[in-house]
């Protein structure tokens, strides 16, 4: 009996999405449908993490259970807080076997007891609590799933109304701007064990003749009976020997108003006040950027510095938030950045810069100056421009400018590109620049030739994608830890960007429940990389934790290019597949695959679309294979395959609010070459 031939031939997955060329022309292993996977830091497709509701409450993803032994003998509720009766212990019920109550949120102890519900006895522990405790990883996850739900009730947004306006971290804090409940005002918030809690907000008092000695933070004002503390002293022109101007930063005063005339400092200063105090309020409705800069020089002088361009720009350091006068009419910076020790925002097509190491100086004695740049400028890039030297990107909508130099007196600022721009919040530095314009998504990489800079277009081959899209780009990202760029859309829609070094890896499609309306990826105080964003309902988020979107499903699916192994016009008779996984925990998902470009003329599997109730013995049926593996099995997991064709390409999907990132690698398949294709 004549044996048939069985060739081998594995392809790994990668390279992105690819909607630009010809079928037959792709890379084996690259997508051509694809939602929710990004582009593995080392190859292959990582079906995407998570994200959960933030205020500073415990987060769901850290949430845990125990499993407690009991005997039942009254009524529950999942959902209930039981309680040991002699040793006060606590928990959440979240989930019950015949023999075994399984509860988050544990407090104390809990012992061989009677387990009370609202004071009534409704069970007999037989001993104290295990954590965890599942029969089988499918039930731990779930169990882990119904542990973050409790914890995830917890947390809510600030307290107002509208999208969140800016989230920004400052010293391991979290700081989100919002409009208060009427729309009246903008509201800055901190997070908080408790939850998210407004930030007290001083007075501002201008003077002038400001004489005798500098007065430092904390002094006393006194006017006649008037007194208050200062706060902040806001140098902005002149020098304490009698033509200092500015403004101090003060308490609620004590003893009445201050009003315009002579007042003292404890610490010997003498200065005229120019007018009565006024509270510091933000107008609402601005769109907030930040960046965090030390001016001072010292290891406890870095402050947040910020601008929304419908108030002005500001200092914070945690407790004291600085209002910013530029001296322009229209005081209302859209943008800012922090360049060479100096402050730069923009206004309009107007760039402008503080003095040499001075934020609150906006003089050009003092080095600040303006740089028209003839159209809207629409944000700052920090760039690389050589070896060692440093420069600053300004971008406007139709142009991009390069500046050069230290200070006022050795500005360079070169027109790099006279025809392309960038769209507002959407460049980033990740190793280069990276933003989108009207071309795509663009890099400008450091290079010695043209002028020290490079520009390429990145996204031809999502280009479909992109042009559907292009007019509501809102946000960006970076991920240091995945050296990816994150390009977020106002209807939910993203574009994750993966590069290797500086060479683009691929591009993949996601689409989140919550869409974004602002972002910041930071490293925390314990220098891991943390994500937050703000969405339309007011809540902050934390991107890439958990195993959901909120509680909410992640709906996802990849389709790979038809793969013909070198010989497009050749019969395969496909027998079995065997797919590469791995990942840190358990995971479900399913399985299929097309033949021949998908032909009608071909028997397909019967059904591309499932309820994804994922079984792990439905191996009979090839025509939709699924099954589950878990993280103590990281072999390859082999599925059939049937059918004759020329190509064939494979198809995952699912749909869970349980299951963590995975990543698919690649496949090997199995087939016999047969005749020719005529």
């Known amino acids: 009996m004549r044996i048939p031939q069985i060739l081998t ?71 209930n ?60 996850a779930t169990y882990l799933n119904l542990a973050a739900d409790q914890y995830r009730s917890d947390i809510a947004a600030a307290t107002g109304s509208g999208s969140v306006l800016g989230i920004w971290q400052y010293n391991g804090t979290k700081y989100k701007f919002r409009n208060n409940a009427g729309g009246t005002a903008a509201v800055l918030f901190k997070n908080s064990a408790s939850g998210w809690a407004a930030v007290t907000m001083y007075n501002e008092v201008s003077f002038t003749v400001g004489a005798v000695t500098t007065p430092a933070d904390g002094e006393t004002l006194t006017q006649g009976g008037v007194t208050a503390t200062v706060k902040r002293v806001v140098t902005q022109s002149g020098a304490w020997s009698g033509t200092a101007a500015g403004r101090f930063i003060v308490t609620n005063p004590a003893g009445g108003n201050f009003a315009a005339g002579a007042a003292t400092l404890s610490g010997g200063a003498t ?23 030390n001016f001072g020089g010292a290891a406890n002088t870095t402050r947040m510095y910020g601008c929304d361009g419908v108030n002005r720009a500001f200092e914070f350091d945690g407790t004291v938030f600085v209002p910013i006068v530029t001296g322009m009419t229209t005081d209302t910076p859209e943008h800012i950045a922090a360049f060479k020790k100096h402050l730069f925002i923009s206004i309009a097509g107007s760039v402008q810069h503080s003095g040499l190491g001075t934020p609150y100086v906006w003089t050009p004695i003092t080095g600040a100056a303006e740089l028209a740049v003839g159209d809207q400028c629409t944000g700052f890039l920090l760039q690389t421009g050589g070896t060692s030297v440093g420069t600053l990107v300004i971008l406007n909508r139709n142009q991009t400018y390069i500046l050069y130099g230290n200070s006022s007196s050795d500005w360079n600022l070169v027109l790099f590109n006279p025809e392309a721009g960038a769209i507002e919040w959407t460049q980033q530095f990740i190793g280069q620049g990276v933003l989108l314009d009207d071309r795509g998504i663009t890099s400008i990489g450091a290079s010695q030739n043209f002028g020290n800079f490079t520009g390429a277009t990145l996204s031809r081959k999502v280009d479909t994608f992109l042009r559907d899209l292009m007019d509501t780009a809102n946000a960006s990202c970076i991920v240091r830890d995945k050296n990816q760029y994150r390009l977020f859309f106002s209807g939910g829609s993203a574009l994750y960007v993966t590069f290797e070094g500086t060479k683009l890896s691929g591009m993949m499609p996601v689409t989140l429940t919550d869409p ?77 695959y097309s033949l021949g470009y998908g032909s009608t003329e071909l028997a397909q599997p019967s059904s591309t679309t499932t309820t994804n109730e994922l079984s792990g013995t439905n191996w009979d049926d090839f025509t939709w294979d699924s099954f589950y593996w878990d993280g103590r099995n990281l072999l390859p997991t082999e599925v059939d395959l049937d059918g ?34 005529r």
């Open 81 to 140: 807080t039981i309680t040991g009766a002699t040793s006060g212990a606590t928990g959440v019920l979240i989930a019950v076997t015949a023999t075994t109550w399984f509860i988050t949120k544990v407090t104390g102890t809990f012992q061989v007891e009677t387990i009370n519900i609202s004071g009534l006895p409704v069970a007999t522990s037989s001993s104290g609590t295990s954590n965890g405790g599942a029969a089988t990883p499918a039930l731990n």
């Open 644 to 677: 004759v064709a020329e190509n064939i390409s494979l198809v995952f999907s699912g749909t869970s609010d349980e299951f963590d990132s995975f990543t698919l690698n690649g496949a090997s398949i199995n087939y016999t070459p047969r005749r020719v294709f």
């Open 271 to 293: 200065v005229t006040l120019t007018a009565v105090q006024t509270a510091i309020t933000l107008l609402p409705g601005g769109r907030y950027e930040f960046v965090n800069h």
């Open 516 to 592: 974004i309306t602002c972002i910041c990826s930071q490293e925390g105080a314990n220098g891991v990389e943390e994500i937050y964003f703000g969405s339309s309902n007011g809540m902050v988020y934390q991107m890439d934790v958990g195993t959901s979107f909120d509680g909410e499903a992640i709906a996802y699916n990849l389709e790979l290019s038809y793969a013909h192994f070198g010989s497009p016009r050749l019969l395969k008779q496909y027998r079995k597949a065997a797919i590469e996984i791995s990942g840190s925990s358990y995971c479900e998902f399913g399985f299929s």
């Open 9 to 79: 031939k594995y392809f790994g997955f990668g390279g992105g999405l690819d909607q630009l060329s010809p079928p037959i022309t792709m890379k084996e292993g690259v997508a051509i449908n694809a939602n929710n996977f990004e582009c593995g830091t080392y190859g292959g497709f990582t079906r995407i993490k998570g994200y959960e509701r933030y205020d500073g409450h415990a987060k769901p993803s850290d949430a845990q259970y125990s499993s407690l032994p009991v005997t039942v003998t009254g009524s529950y509720v999942l959902g």
